[in-house]
């Protein structure tokens, strides 16, 4: 049994670019959320996925999107990047209401 | 709005202590899960509690679910270094998938 699996682990951008982010969620989970963490803090939700449809989201802008495929792997993109968006993004799998796995995140820096 | 208060945010005890954590709400929870935190990777699951007044214990841990399905407690006995991180607690309400989650209790164990 795999576990969720994120990529890259670390990036850099510059103010104003666009980034995605990747993840491979755990086998038979078809659930994905997508959370940020800034240091020292808990996670916030920004949203989440299941069977390919958005159905949650956080406080975040609409420059903050998401896909989830067929094969329930997903992406975040966030258009427009500002300093502030510089943390920690987690991605989570579920199934139902069983607990979330989470990927190991992609550490994003916006200089 | 649903939210979680954790306390205390920061604690750093000698090996051998013993200490607790508290999540607490307003807002009823249908489960609460705590998570461990080590930096650089994504939360790891604990323990999912789903009753009211539910105990339930994982080695040196004891976790318990209030009576209301308002707050929880995490329990660590004989403290150990290995059990340093940043425990988080995440409550699910009764009408979405989302998690809601406390700021996190950062925990320092000396040698």
């Known amino acids: 049994e795999t576990g969720v699996t994120q990529s890259p682990t670390h990036l850099i951008k510059t103010r104003g670019q666009q980034v995605t982010l990747r993840c491979s969620s755990q086998s038979g989970h078809n659930t994905v959320s997508w959370y940020q963490q800034a240091l020292g803090q808990g996670p916030q939700f920004i949203f989440q996925y299941y069977r390919e449809e958005e159905n949650g989201r956080g406080n975040f802008p609409p420059r903050f999107s998401g896909l989830q495929f067929p094969n329930y792997s997903s992406e975040l993109n966030v258009n427009a990047l500002e300093l502030d968006d510089s943390a920690l993004y987690l991605c989570a799998s579920s199934r139902g209401r069983d607990g979330y796995t989470f990927g190991s995140g992609t550490r994003l820096t916006v200089v | 709005t649903q939210l979680l208060e954790q306390s205390p945010q920061f604690l750093s005890i000698q090996e051998g202590e013993n200490l607790t954590v508290y999540c607490n709400s307003s807002s009823v929870f249908s489960s609460l899960q705590w998570y461990r935190q080590e930096p650089g990777e994504g939360p790891v699951l604990l323990v999912t509690?789903?009753?009211g007044g539910e105990v339930k214990k994982l080695k040196r841990l004891t976790f318990q679910f209030g009576d209301a399905r308002k707050d929880s407690s995490l329990h660590i006995t004989a403290a150990q270094p290995g059990d340093t991180g940043l425990y988080l607690c995440a409550g699910r309400g009764d009408s979405n998938y989302q998690l809601i989650w406390g700021a996190g209790t950062k925990l320092i164990i000396k040698p």
């Open positions: 509690v789903v009753t």
